[in-house]
Nanobody, 124 residues
Framework: QLQLVESGGGLAQPGGSLRLSCAVSGVTLDDYDITWFRQVPGKERDGVSCSSRDGRTYYTESVRGRFTISRDKAENTVYLQMNSLKAEDTAVYYC??????????????????WGQGTQVTVSS
């Protein structure tokens, strides 16, 4: 059974940093694309960044240059380092996994497994 557990969310000031973790269990991380999504209540869930099984990375334009995704095979964990945080980064952040690359990295329908989310709040 594949499980995803997010952690590392919390309160940060504008311009500050947080590092989110997505711990993957039940499968070998190398076999999956792992993507971070975020969602504000009442709005669509949007893709933030993807770490593909073949070593590629993808970012939505609004976080490019500020966020960095990485994976640690030994820990079976994917990280999202978030720097220069802005108020508009406030959301619940979810990690998701897919075993097959399909059409789009940032479409919810591409993903088979989801974590429960971790809250990120950026406020002074």
């Amino acid at each position: 059974q594949l499980q995803l557990v997010e952690s590392g969310g919390g309160l940060a000031q504008p311009g500050g940093s947080l590092r989110l973790s997505c711990a993957v269990s039940g499968v070998t991380l190398d076999d999956y694309d792992i993507t971070w999504f975020r969602q504000v209540p009442g709005k669509e869930r949007d893709g933030v960044s993807c770490s593909s099984r073949d070593g590629r990375t993808y970012y939505t334009e609004s976080v490019r240059g500020r966020f960095t995704i990485s994976r640690d095979k030994a820990e079976n964990t994917v990280y999202l380092q978030m720097n220069s945080l802005k108020a508009e980064d406030t959301a619940v952040y979810y990690c998701a996994a897919r075993v097959y690359s399909r059409w789009y990295w940032d479409y919810e329908s591409e993903y088979d497994y989801w974590g429960q989310g971790t809250q990120v709040t950026v406020s002074s």
